[in-house]
């Protein structure tokens, strides 16, 4: 046993052993953000994607080369595409949270904005259905222009807030990212694999996704071999296959290694 799997088996074994007893097995999800164009960076991610039979939702930046990326993602069994901001430009003034949108800006210049960057989409061939904004910064204005044109909403987070239907975050990100970019560790990063499920279990919350949160183009080699070890335990799910919460809907059954 690699020593990544041994870790897992170790440091969440127990824990999807308590959702086994209940009869339930968790819900990953799997996010991945920054792209702008096919590097070997993406093909190594959409190689994983394959392996491991796992779906990912790649949020691409609309001044990259979308189209591009619609083909080579229209190669792979289950990527989604979803918008990553407009230009991924930090335009918050000087102490104000990082971000593409703030209380200066004006419904309808935010309306423009995403506008513009869902064509781009379109004109890839791609229709999205989900925004995720960079430095997670879901602005009000932002998040009404988001409602007006029918479109998800996925930031970072601990557990869904029940107010958002619309929205689905990402929650375990592989990095970490200060000083400088890098494998999270894979001890830490369990623990909070850890806590998240454990949160879960105990309110019930069987269908609450768990969003795994990869990008690519910062991946240090520890990264990649972590998601070899971690993939197949957590057998993410296409995002659309649970996006929209409907009321009574059934617990999606998965099989936990
Ligand atoms: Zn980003």
Known sequence: MSFHRLLIATLIGPELARWKARGHAPVFWWRDDDARRPTPALERLLGLSVRFAAPITIAAVPDGDIVALAKASRAIPDVELAVHGFRH?????????????????????????LGTAIDVFRRAGVTPRLFVPPWNNAHPTLKRALGLQGLGLSCYGDMRGEAEPDRLDAHLDVMRWKPEPRFRGTVRFLLRTRRLLAERRVKAAWDEPLGLLTHHLDHDEAVWRFLEAFLPVAKPVARTTFGRPVAGRGHIALKVG
Request: aromatic share 4%; net charge negative; charged share 30%.
């Open 89 to 113: 430009e930090n335009r918050a003034p000087p102490g104000w949270p990082s971000g593409e949108v703030n209380d200066l800006d004006r419904l309808a210049d935010v309306m423009s904005d």
